[in-house]
C-alpha cells in the first residue's frame, strides 16, 4: 500500500496548466461582454466552468474520496434551487438593464 | 461497573468540579447541559404561554397590553423554537449519538461545547432585550418591513437578528460535528444500515440545518443591514419587497420545522420497538422516508405564503408538493404502528408518550394537509386554524416525544427511574389539557378569529373556547408541575436503574448507567442492528480479538479527545456575544468582542492535544 | 495517516477520512448556500432601483478583472504550498502560503478602491438596491477573504514554530480549501455582479 504521501503525489494534476485555462477562460468571458451576443447563456456556463475546475483540481475533488464530493453537491443543489425558484418567482423585473 | 468511581475520579482529577462540569468537553456533560437549559428556556416559554392565554381568557382583556402582547407572543414562540425545541433534540443527540455508534465522544469535542455555549449565549441576548428597550415584537417570523426601524422603533428586532445568527452559527457548528462523527466514528461493524433509526434521524436533520441556516442568516443579516444602514430590501416605494424577507425566510423556516420534527421521529423509533419487545418494523422505509422528508422539507416553503399573491403555477406546485410530502412521513406511522403490532407491549411511560405522539401528530398532520389545499389555506391563513395545527406537531409531536425520551433515557444518564406511576399521571393529564387548550383552537379559526390578536369582542361568539383554552393551559403546567416534581423526587432517590432497564436494543444499554467518562473501554465489533440485544444473546460473539484499540486510529483521524474540558470555547462564544452588543451598541465593542474570540481561538489552536 | 478499517467480513470496509478534512467540506457546503442566498438577492433585488447610480455605468470592469486575475493567481499559489509541503519542502511552502496572503491583500486593496470609486458615485448601503445588495454580497465575501489572510498568517507562524511538517500537514489543506472555494465563489460573484 502506498504512503499517503505518494498517493498525494501520483494524484498531482498539473495546477499551472489549470491556471492557463482559468486565466484564458476569464478573458474570454471579459471578451463576450464586448460582443453584441447573449451574455446569460454563454456566461454562466462558461463561469462554472471555471468553478469546476478549481473544484475539482485544485480543490482536488477529483480525486478524493466521494463523500467531499457529495457534501459539495448537496449544497450546490439546495444553493442553485434557491436561486433558481427565486428568479422565477421574482421573474418580471430581473432583466430590465439599466 | 466501574462507573461511580470513574465519575469519581472524573472530578477528583478536576479539582472543583464545577470548572469541571462547566468547561467539560464531554459530550454527555455538554448532552446534559443542552437538556437542563433547554427545559429551563421550555419554562420560561411556556410562562410566555401562560400570560398569551391569561390575556386571551376573557374579552377586552387588559392584563396585557397590545405592545406586551406582541412581545410575549413573539418571543413565546422565538423561545419555544431555538431556544428549547432545537436544543432539547440536539442535546439528547450529544448524549447519545456517539454511545449509539460506539463512539468515545465527538468527533470535535470542544467544537461541541462551543455549539452550547453559542446557545445559551444566543438566548442570553435575545431575552436581555427585556431590560434593554423591549423584545422584539413581530413574531417569531419577523416579517419584514414590519420589523424595519419605521415601525419596530426599539432594538428588539436587532436582538432577535443577534439571537437568530449566534444560535444559528452555534448549530451550523454543530451540525458539522455530528456530520462527522457519524459518518466517521462508526465502531467496525456498524454500517450505515446498522445505526439506529434516532441517528439517521438526526445525520439528516443536521444536514437539513446545514442548508438551511444560511438562507435565515442572510435574511437576518438583510434585516439589520435595512434597520442600521438604511438598505432599502423591503421597501416597496424603492423598489424593494417584502416578499424577500419571506421567501428567504421560509426557505429556512420550512425545513426548520422538520429540523423539529425528523428527532423527535427517531425518539419514538427507539421507543416503540423497545416497549414493543420486537425489531423496528421497516427499518430501511423508515431511513428512507426520513431522507425523503428531509429533501422534500426544501421544496414547501411557500406553503406559508399561499396568501401573498403568487401566481397559481406557484401555487399550485407547492401545494401539490406539501402533499406529497405526507406521504413518506405516513410511511412512519405505519411503521411504528406495525412494531407495535402483535407486540407484547410493556406499558411504560416511554412508550404511552410515544403512541400519545402518533395520535396527536397524527391530527396535526391531517390539519396540516388540509392546509395544502390552497383555497382552504386562503380561508385559514392567520387564524387559529394554523395555531391549532402547529401545537399539535409541535407540542403533541416533538414535546410528547421529548418526554418519551426523558422518561426512556432518564436512566440511563443519572443511573435512577424516574416514577413511572407520576410519568403515567402526567402524560394522562397532558394528553387531556393538550388537547383542551388546542382543539378548540381548529373550531374558532374556522370561526374566523385571527392570530397574534392581544383581544377580542364579547359579541364575536369566541368566548367559551377561549376560556377552555385558557382553562386547559393551566392544566398543562399543572402535568408540567408533576414532572418537575417526579424529576427531583427521581433524582434525590429513585429507584436504581442499573445498565439496562427497559431491555433495550442500541449500545448506549450496554454500559453503565451513567455510562462511564469514555463510554466503551473497548469499542465493541458491531454485528447487526440491535447489538445490545445480540451481546445479551449471543456473548460469545463478543470476543477480545474482534476489539481493536480505539484511541490510535481515532487520534490518527484528527480528534482531540485527551482532553475533557477546555476555556476556549466558552471564551470564543463570549467573544462573539460582546461583538454582538457591540453591533448595536458601540463598535469598540465588537472590537473588544472579536479581540476576546481571537484570543479564544489562539488559545484554542495551541492547546495541547 | 493509518487505515482503520470499519466493517466485518459481511460488508466493504470502510476506510475512515480525515475528520478536520470532512469538516471544512461540511462548512463549505453550507457556505455555498449562504452564498447562493447573498447572490440570490443580488440577482432579484439589483435592477429594481428607483435611482442610480445603477450597475451598467458604475461598474469598473477592467478593475474587478484585475482583482479576479489576482485571486485566481492565489489558488495557483496556495496550491503550490501545498505542493511543496507534501514534498517536505516547508520554507517554500511557507513563501507560497505568503504569496497567497500577499495577492489576497492585494484584493482586498482592489475591492477597497473599488468601493471608494463607487461611493464617490454616490452609490451606498441605502442610496438604492444595488448598492445595498452589492456592498452587502461583496462585503461578505471581502470579509471572507480577511479571514483567509489571517488564517494562512495563522498556519506560517505555525510553520515556524515547527508544527506544519511533511506527515502533518493537514493545515494547510485545509486553508487551502477555504482560500479556493472562496475564490470560487468570486468567480461566480465576477460573472453575475459585472458581466450579465
Redesign the interface.
Known sequence: ?AT??EL??RH?PN??G??VV??VL?LV??G??YLPIP??PV??P??LL??AL??MF??HLRFD?R??TS??A???L???G??IS??IL?GP?????? | MASQSQVLTLQHENKRFFGAWIFSTNHKVIGINYLVTAFFFFAVGGIEALLIRVQLGAPNNTVLTPEQYNQVFTMHGTTMIFLFAMPVLVGFANYLVPLMIGAQDM??PRLNALSYWLFLFGGLVLYSSFVLGGAPDAGWFAYAPLTTVQYSASHGMDFWVLGIILTGVGS?VG???F??TI?????????MFRMPVFVWMMLVTVFIM??????V???A??LF??RN?????FQA?????PL?WQN?FW?FGHPEVYILILPAFGIISEVIPVFSRKPIFGYAALVYSGIAIGFLGFTVWAHHMFAVGLNPVADAVFGLDSMIIAVPTSIKIFNWIATLWDGKINLKSPVLYAIGFIAMFVIGGLSGVSLAIVPVDWQMEDTYYVVAHLHYVLFGGTVFAVFAGVYYWFPKITGRLLSDRLGKWQFWIMLVSFNLTFFPMHLLGLMGMPRRVYTYDAGTGWTLFNQIETVGAFLIAVAMLLFAYNLIKSLRGGEKAGNDPWEGQTLEWTTSSPPPANNFAKIP???GRRPAWDMKQKPALQTASEQ?EPS??VE????DLAKERSFYPTLLALGLMVASYGLIYTVWLSILGLAIAFIGIIGW?NEPV | ????????QS?AP?V????????I?????????????????Y???R????V?P???QSLD?PLT?FN??VL??S??T???AL?NI??GHVAKMRRWLIATAILGIIFLGGQATEFTMLSRLGLS??Q??F???FF?LTG?HGAHVLVGVIWIT?VVV?SFQGKVT?ENH?AVELV??YW??V??VW??I???VY??
Not at chain 1, 93 to 98: E, F, S
Not at chain 2, 210 to 215: G, I, K, N, S, V
Not at chain 2, 556 to 559: E, I
Not at chain 3, 1 to 8: F, N
Open positions: 500500500m499517503p504521501q498525494e503525489k498531482r495546477y499551472v489549470v491556471f482559468l486565466a476569464t468571458e471579459i463576450v461582454t451574455r446569460i456566461l454562466v462558461l463561469a471555471k468553478a478549481v473544484a485544485y480543490m474520496r463523500v467531499f457534501l459539495f448537496f449544497g450546490i439546495i444553493g442553485l434557491l436561486l427565486l428568479t421574482f423585473t430581473l432583466l430590465d438593464i439599466k | 468527533a470535535f451550523t451540525a458539522i460535528n456530520v462527522v459518518l466517521n466514528l462508526r465502531a467496525p461493524g456498524m454500517s446545514l442548508f438551511a441556516l444560511p438562507a442568516t442572510v435574511d443579516i438583510l443591514i435595512e444602514f438604511g438598505a432599502l430590501f416605494s424603492a423598489g424593494g419587497d424577500l428567504l426557505f465489533t458491531i454485528h481493536p490510535s486510529s490518527a483521524s484528527g480528534n489552536v | 495517516m493509518s487505515e482503520h478499517i470499519v466493517g466485518d460488508e470502510y475512515r477520512v480525515d475528520s478536520r478534512k470532512m469538516a467540506w461540511t462548512l463549505i457546503g453550507s457556505e455555498v448556500v449562504f452564498f447562493a442566498s447573498l447572490i440570490t438577492t440577482i432579484v433585488m435592477n429594481r432601483s428607483v442610480g445603477y450597475p451598467a470592469i478583472a479576479t486575475f485566481i493567481c489558488s495557483l496556495m496550491v503550490t505542493a507534501q514534498d448601503l441605502s438604492n438596491l448598492g445595498g445588495t452587502t461578505f495563522f505555525r511533511q493537514m487551502g480549501l479556493h472555494f475564490d470560487l468567480i461566480i465576477f460573472t453575475v458581466l450579465i
